[in-house]
T-cell receptor, first 114, second 115 residues
Framework: SAVISQKPSRDICQRGTSLTIQCQVD?????MFWYRQQPGQSLTLIAT?????????ESGFVIDKFPISRPNLTFSTLTVSNMSPEDSSIYLC???????????FGPGTRLTVT | AQKITQTQPGMFVQEKEAVTLDCTYD???????LFWYKQPSSGEMIFLIY??????QNATEGRYSLNFQKARKSANLVISASQLGDSAMYFC????????????FGQGTELSVKP
């Protein structure tokens, strides 16, 4: 299975600032995904990041708030912009592994906004 | 409409015993996949097992097996010979195969293994 890393693993940020989260995969993958997990909640998909095209956002998530880059088949970034305490969550990237439908997740970025 | 339902917010099991975590799903698609993930307190999501809608055999991975009952739309996770390290949140998820790679998650079940 793909090995996925994320940076930073955790951060504490002040409201109004922005944080960029990096996701690196050890193999080329077509589809990468960004999820949010608010405290005590389940995971919700923010967007699908495909190389060479604009990210596709889910209902309730907009590009101005969560801009995503996907410069190549092994890397993606998610920026959380103009943060508020409600953005305090774990942010996870995931990839679909090759021809199988199995999805693997990175270790997550635990964000606290004060 | 909620597509994945996990009705057990919390479960307890004695070490070395088996435990079943319930999951029901709702979809009108014929092609879909069902997943189980484990999330320890560290926050990482660990892939456990996958079942495709056309798979005739129940999926197994070591101590994990998926009891797939298509007509009842259930995909329960069975963990055999529970270990203390199995204590974690467990999430059931579904992927409708023609809706991109989006996973829809249930609310999770917190499993506690007692020594």
């Amino acid at each position: 299975s793909a090995v996925i890393s994320q940076k930073p693993s955790r951060d504490i940020c002040q409201r109004g600032t922005s944080l960029t989260i990096q996701c690196q995969v050890d193999s080329q993958v077509t589809m990468m995904f960004w999820y949010r997990q608010q405290p005590g909640q389940s995971l919700t998909l923010i967007a699908t990041a495909n190389q060479g095209s604009e990210a596709t956002y889910e209902s309730g998530f907009v590009i101005d708030k969560f801009p995503i880059s996907r410069p190549n088949l092994t890397f993606s970034t998610l920026t959380v912009s103009n943060m508020s305490p409600e953005d305090s969550s774990i942010y996870l990237c995931s990839v679909e592994d090759g021809g199988a439908y199995e999805q693997y997740f990175g270790p997550g970025t635990r964000l606290t906004v004060t | 409409a909620q597509k994945i339902t996990q009705t057990q917010p919390g479960m307890f099991v004695q070490e070395k015993e088996a435990v079943t975590l319930d999951c029901t799903y709702d979809t009108s698609d014929q092609s879909y996949g069902l997943f189980w993930y484990k999330q320890p307190s560290s926050g990482e999501m660990i892939f456990l097992i996958y079942q495709g809608s056309y798979d005739e055999q129940n999926a197994t991975e070591g101590r994990y097996s998926l009891n797939f009952q298509k007509a009842r739309k259930s995909a329960n996770l069975v963990i055999s010979a529970s270990q203390l390290g199995d204590s974690a949140m467990y999430f059931c998820a579904m992927r409708e195969l023609y809706q991109g790679g989006k996973l829809i998650f249930g609310q999770g079940t917190e499993l506690s293994v007692k020594p």
